[in-house]
């Protein structure tokens, strides 16, 4: 099971929103709603920010909204903020039976 | 409140097993609804996720293909906790190692603290 795909770094000005992406096939991100997007900073634990493609569990900003086209689910920042700095994985169900996560992509607040 | 508490050795020779157990506090191992799962992060920085147990009236285990034959994970229903053995283990196996609680349909929301896990002789 080979990785999703993701861009290795994304940048934004504080204000705009930005957008990351995570490629995967009809096997996975294609086949299940079943797409949820972590946020990480450095030696902190991965945080869960959005779930079933598109949900928000609580207490996590209204900034973060996800969706899902095809193949392809994306993972959207709105009102860029200094803190959102950091990774960010997304990871999906395969029609395997396993999980299998995107390549990570840096987040870059300029 | 879910917290998962990780143990287990730093350091683990060429060719011995690595082992790691991580214990639950505010939920069940044996949970209708959870599911248990090792992730590591190697040194170049990505997530793999390893495998997981969880019970649905039986218990079942899946595992990710880069592993499969080299990988045990156990529930330990007495101590409320799971565990991950890892056969063979080379130097590319060093990474830091997570458990986590949570199904791929509702998220992974729960994370152990971490254990840096050094394969070398």
């Known amino acids: 099971q080979s990785a999703l795909t993701q861009p290795a770094s994304v940048s934004g000005s504080p204000g705009q929103s930005i957008t990351i992406s995570c490629t995967g096939s009809?096997?996975?991100?294609?086949?299940?709603?079943?797409v949820s997007w972590y946020q990480r900073h450095p030696g902190r634990a991965p945080k869960l920010m959005i779930y079933?493609?598109?949900n928000r569990p609580s207490g996590v900003s209204d900034r973060f909204s996800g969706s899902k086209s095809g193949n392809t689910a994306s993972l959207t920042i709105s009102g860029l903020q200094a803190e959102d700095e950091a990774d960010y994985y997304c990871?999906?169900?395969?029609?395997?039976?396993?999980?299998?996560f995107g390549t990570g992509t840096k987040v870059t607040v300029l | 409140q879910v917290q998962l508490q990780q143990a287990g050795p730093g350091l683990v020779e060429p060719s011995q097993t690595l082992s790691l157990t991580c214990a639950i506090s505010?939920?069940?191992?044996?949970?209708?609804?959870?599911?248990w799962n090792w992730i590591r992060q190697s040194p170049s920085g990505g997530l793999e996720w390893l495998g997981r147990t969880y019970y649905r009236s039986k218990w079942f285990y899946e595992y990710a293909l880069s592993v499969k034959s080299r990988i045990t994970i156990n529930p330990d229903t007495s101590r409320n906790q799971f565990s991950l053995q890892l056969n063979s283990v080379t130097p590319e196996d060093t990474a830091l190692y997570y458990c986590a609680g949570g199904t791929a349909a509702a998220g992974i929301r729960y994370w152990g603290q971490g254990t840096l896990v050094t394969v070398s002789s």
């Open positions: 079933g493609v598109s």
């Open positions: 990871i999906s169900y395969t029609s395997s039976n396993t999980l299998v």
């Open positions: 505010g939920d069940s191992v044996s949970s209708n609804s959870g599911a």
């Open positions: 009809s096997s996975d991100v294609g086949a299940y709603n079943y």
